[in-house]
């Protein structure tokens, strides 16, 4: 995936809002940019951090420029733009990366399903021998020691919400995967956060055991691209 726009660098000074951020681009200029992420970025959103943004020069915008990337402990870099993690996983499909997803003859998008109103972030059909199978995806960006990567980095009742769908659907004779798109290139493997949504982390071990699969797959992330590349390991982390 490239970005089909060219990336500033700054220094983020805030993030509030939700959706704002206050930063200082290379030339000292004050900017307020817009962030695209829901969640508390944790561990992402440190002052001082340097960030990269690009320009959509969209005049009627109220905030043209966007977030993209950030700087982790100077040496790491994670995307932070969520809006990104759905199509990074299509592609990674399409180009056989996600090697246990192969075989379907179509892929759809943002499907209907399920007993909660609920969307299907990717859906496939037409394999040859297995079932049609339901992806829901999710972006991981909160790094602790030692690389650990944890979901989610806040309370998510939407995120049970479709763990409960996915394992409906194995009820129903179909296939459900879950896959941790992880962006965030000092992540060397993913667990649950206890700690932040005990009951996501209890609902997941639950939906693993009704059959629904889980895999990660880990992010190369430069100023220009981005794609992934690497199985990144599961580890349950039961809590103590």
């Not at 003859?105 to 021998?129: A, C, P």
């Amino acid at each position: 995936m490239n970005f089909s726009l060219p990336l500033q660098a700054a220094t983020l000074h805030r993030r509030y809002k939700r959706f704002l951020a206050d930063v200082e681009t290379a030339d000292g200029t004050p900017l307020t940019i817009h962030c695209p992420n829901t969640g508390s970025m944790k561990n992402c959103a440190a002052a001082n951090s340097r960030i990269w943004f690009w320009d959509s020069a969209n005049e009627k915008r109220k905030y043209p420029c966007t977030w993209e990337l950030v700087e982790i402990e100077q040496r790491f870099l994670a995307c932070i733009n969520t809006q990104r993690a759905n199509g990074l996983v299509v592609e990674a499909i399409n180009n056989a990366t996600i090697t246990q997803l192969q075989g379907y003859g179509k892929l759809q998008t943002e499907v209907k399903y399920g007993l909660e109103n609920s969307r299907i972030d990717i859906f496939l059909s037409q394999h040859k021998h297995l079932q049609d199978c339901y992806v829901e995806v999710k972006n991981v960006t909160l790094m602790t020691a030692q690389g650990q990567g944890l979901f989610p980095d806040a309370i998510t009742e939407r995120g049970r919400k479709h763990l409960r769908e996915l394992a409906h659907m194995v009820t129903q004779g179909q296939r459900a995967v879950l896959v941790y798109c992880v962006a965030h290139t000092g992540i060397t493997q993913v667990s649950p956060a206890w700690d932040v949504d005990p009951a996501y982390a209890e609902t997941l071990v639950w939906a693993i055991e009704q059959g629904v699969e889980v895999m990660a797959y880990g992010a190369a992330i430069s100023l220009t691209e981005m794609s992934l590349v690497r199985v990144v390991p599961l580890n349950m982390m039961p809590k103590a």
